[in-house]
């Protein structure tokens, strides 16, 4: 698929959305994704992004998109590559997040706009607002009197 010329900041957008989804990601056993694509268990991979998501993301914003890969081999790290979807209100990103052992990485392959502005800064700012939009943010509880 060809890269928009646009993606480059889209990608550190959609990173710094999903940082704690990432993270939560991360709590599965390697292994287990690994069975689980291999397997082609993606109901199960799906669970556990909508399960990953919930508590940072409003419901819908985030979810697998048509799969997985698991790169194993003998000689290298494994690496999980999920085939994601974000859904902010106005935008569908289509990408890939890739999961080893050290690092993470967002591979933005697509952006689509409900309405997209003739200016792709606009659009990129867009992006960002909503998806800011689209968090879950924690509150401090406050007292009872």
Known sequence: MNRQPHAAPRE?????AIKEV?????????????AFIRLEHFATVSDIVDSAAEMFLMPGTLR????GEAHVSWTETARIVL?????PAGA?????LSLDAET???EVNYV?????????KRNTDFLRSTLERARIRKTEAVGMR
């Open 12 to 16: 550190v957008i959609v990173a710094e």
């Open 112 to 120: 689509a706009f409900d309405r997209p502005a003739a200016d792709p």
């Open 22 to 34: 990432v993270a939560e990601l991360r709590l599965v056993e390697v292994a287990d994704y690994i």
């Open 64 to 67: 697998l998109g048509h799969g």
């Open 92 to 96: 569908t990103v289509y990408f890939s």
């Open 104 to 106: 993470a990485s967002v």
């Open 83 to 87: 085939d994601l979807e974000l859904r």
